[in-house]
């Protein structure tokens, strides 16, 4: 984080830089706390929406480290899989879930107002993870959640690209209202707001009614949710066009209905941006808020520029367009590899370099791309493949449907 952080302190230090449910928060601020000194090497952080994410952030960059990312609500379980696999340096926590995740160490010290940075048997050395500078947990196919470990050149490649789609400018404010312990929530709440330079917007818990007045009145111009979350919000603006000041607000990661989508914004007074995108790769579609609402509600925009997604069949061979094959990516924003051990062990990839993502993708004659659900979600009844989310999506159309959900096993 080095370059975004080295940045960063060339703002204006009474310039405000993260707005809160505890308030407003200047750079000053921030970096008085960064500068503790005490988060160096690989930091594994109890990330929350709150300014302690972003001054974590600037401590463990101006000390040259690693920052890993692990949520409030990760099981003790899940939390030692974590620590398994990452090996951290230090671990930074409030009290009650340092004792909760039984995390081990031999000396404590005080961090971010109230917290508990706990020094465990690890080691200082960051080469380890390959020029890695964040690790994002996500769940995988295995149940047991998987470290991605990403560089600060894809973070910053993603971000870069998702300012230029959306048409932001330095010093515009966004918004982050999922959890920034996700990988793609930490590069495109966080990371994109230290690249403009503008305040980042947060809450501590989700709740559609308090996020609309506060994103009116912050001006916030962008932000990144899931599709429940803009229904929510569409449901509670009521028609009242809240968000016409917000420039465009992307919607990724789960089943997605062009109709519902459509309500949402025009109740809101924005517009939406259905996207594609993964840990592993980040964010590597968009449509862009001038094209027309079949594209930016029907389909999943296009690749960003350097940045290449092809469909092929059982072969490997791209298939033509129109015609659903297994979607493969490779670019810029691609992953280092999974944390493993304590360090990067490196992802598998076609002899091409491309990663296969494990989703179905149709690929239109106008370079605009469709995610058509995952390669494992097909149910087989008489012979004849279902796809899950055909039909999630059938069911979401229907006018007097509200939600629709469908139980996955693992």
């Not at 209202?177 to 929530?185: G, H, K």
Request: a neutral charge; aromatic letters at 4%.
């Amino acid at each position: 984080m080095r370059q975004v952080v080295s940045e960063f302190r060339r703002r204006d230090p009474d310039a405000v830089a993260v707005i809160d449910d505890s308030g407003s928060h200047t750079a000053r601020d921030l970096l008085r706390h960064a500068d503790a000194g005490t988060l160096s090497g690989t930091v594994l952080l109890q990330a929350d929406n709150s300014w302690r994410t972003v001054a974590a952030t600037l401590a463990v960059g101006m000390s040259g480290g690693t920052l890993a990312l692990v949520n409030r609500h990760s099981t003790a379980a899940e939390f030692a899989a974590a620590f398994e696999d990452i090996q951290p340096d230090v671990v930074v926590a409030e009290p009650a879930a340092l004792a909760e995740w039984a995390v081990p160490g031999d000396r404590d010290a005080p961090a971010l107002d109230g917290w508990v940075a706990r020094t465990t048997a690890g080691r200082r050395d960051v080469s380890r993870w390959g020029g890695g500078v964040l690790i994002g947990l996500t769940s995988g196919s295995t149940g047991r959640a998987k470290g991605v470990v990403q560089s600060e050149a894809a973070l910053r490649y993603a971000a870069e690209q998702t300012i230029a789609v959306n048409g932001l400018r330095p010093g515009d404010a966004v918004a982050a209202i999922v959890p920034l312990s996700s990988t793609a929530a930490y590069c495109f709440g966080v990371y994109l707001s230290l690249l403009l330079g503008g305040p980042l917007v947060l809450w501590g818990r989700w709740d559609p009614a308090a996020t609309l007045p506060r994103m009116a009145q912050t001006e916030a111009r962008w932000t990144m949710c899931v599709p429940t979350m803009a229904l929510q919000l569409g449901a509670a603006a009521a028609g009242s066009g809240a968000l016409h000041g917000m420039r465009a607000m992307t919607v990724g990661g789960g089943p997605m209905n062009a109709g519902a989508l459509g309500r949402a914004e025009r109740s809101l007074g924005t517009r939406i941006l259905r996207v594609f995108g993964m840990s592993e790769c980040l964010g590597h579609t968009s449509p862009a808020p001038e094209d027309p609402p079949e594209i930016r509600l029907g389909r999943d925009g296009r690749p960003f520029p350097g940045t290449q997604l092809r469909a092929v069949g059982g072969d490997g061979r791209p298939v033509r367009a129109g015609e659903v094959g297994q979607a493969q990516v490779r670019g810029p924003s691609l992953f280092l590899g999974y944390a493993r051990g304590g360090k990067v062990d490196p992802p598998e990839l076609t002899a091409d370099g491309f990663l296969p993502t494990g989703d179905l993708l149709v690929v239109g004659d106008d370079g605009t791309v469709t995610i058509m659900g995952r390669e494992k979600d097909v149910i087989i009844r008489g012979g004849r493949n279902i796809d899950i989310t055909e039909v999630e999506r059938a069911i979401a159309s229907h006018p007097g449907s509200r939600r629709c959900a469908w139980p996955r096993t693992r």
